[in-house]
């Protein structure tokens, strides 16, 4: 089956760090480029994140650059997020999502999503 | 930044009803390069449109979209049990690409 499956998210304490990983099955996972969304609570969705196929183009939105990491294991058909020094307006459902080939920015293929909750 | 607002917040309709869903930029947005999702809860959001007219691969042809500039429609023909979801568009023709809050379509 073509899916993705996020894990990793969980409470956090404001300053704190976590990993989220996406796991990827039924499609060549090292020829699409793949992002990172989320949604924090009574907003819209907001993309955070791209790595291409081979990891040599990586973008982040502002609102995460310098804190967030993209990074990607094709021979674990994995993809992560690592987050460090979270806030709390970074509270949100995180969710991994798969673009084409060659990079359109819509996304064909989304996993459900991990609640990631920055409180004290 | 392109805002999207969409409209109506919420539709009510019954199945085999026609459900119309309004996007609109609050710029022209470039090379039409904007999509629509479906998504149900507990579920992953599903492409449905892409580049305002192209169906996602499996998307059954009871889902349209039109439009051009600043406003953008997705409609629904017929409406089936299944379709009752929240729907989405987003915009990619320029950075940042952003999402428009959503249509809730529930049954009346």
């Known amino acids: 089956e073509v899916q993705l499956v996020e894990s990793g998210g969980g409470l956090v304490q404001p300053g704190g760090s976590l990993r989220l990983s996406c796991a990827a099955s039924?499609?060549?996972?090292?020829?699409?480029?793949m992002n990172w969304l989320r949604q924090a609570p009574g907003k819209g969705l907001e993309w955070i994140s791209y790595?291409?196929?081979?990891?040599?183009?990586?973008y982040y939105a502002d609102s995460v650059k310098g804190r967030f990491t993209i990074s990607r294991d094709n021979a674990k058909n994995s993809l992560y997020l690592q987050l460090s020094s979270l806030r709390a307006e970074d509270t949100a459902v995180y969710h991994c999502?798969?673009?084409?080939?060659?990079?359109?920015?819509?996304?064909?293929?989304w996993g459900r999503g991990t609640l990631v909750t920055v409180s004290s | 930044e392109i805002v999207l607002t969409q409209s109506p917040g919420t539709l009510s309709l019954s199945p085999g009803d026609r459900a119309t869903l309004s996007c609109r930029a609050s710029?022209?947005?470039?090379?039409?390069?904007l999509g629509w999702y479906q998504r149900k809860p507990g579920q992953a959001p599903r492409l449905l449109i892409y580049?305002?007219?192209s169906r996602a691969t499996g998307i059954p042809d009871r889902f349209s979209g039109s439009g051009s500039g600043t406003d953008f429609t997705l409609t629904i023909s017929r409406l089936e049990p299944e379709d009752f979801a929240v729907y989405f568009c987003?915009?990619?023709?320029?950075?940042?690409?952003?999402f428009g809050g959503g249509t809730q379509v529930e049954f009346k």
């Open positions: 580049d305002v007219f």
């Open positions: 710029q022209s947005v470039s090379s039409n390069y």
């Open positions: 790595i291409s196929g081979r990891s040599d183009t990586i």
């Open positions: 987003q915009h990619y023709g320029s950075s940042p690409l952003t």
């Open positions: 999502a798969r673009d084409q080939v060659s990079p359109r920015w819509f996304f064909d293929l």
């Open positions: 039924g499609f060549t996972f090292s020829t699409y480029s």
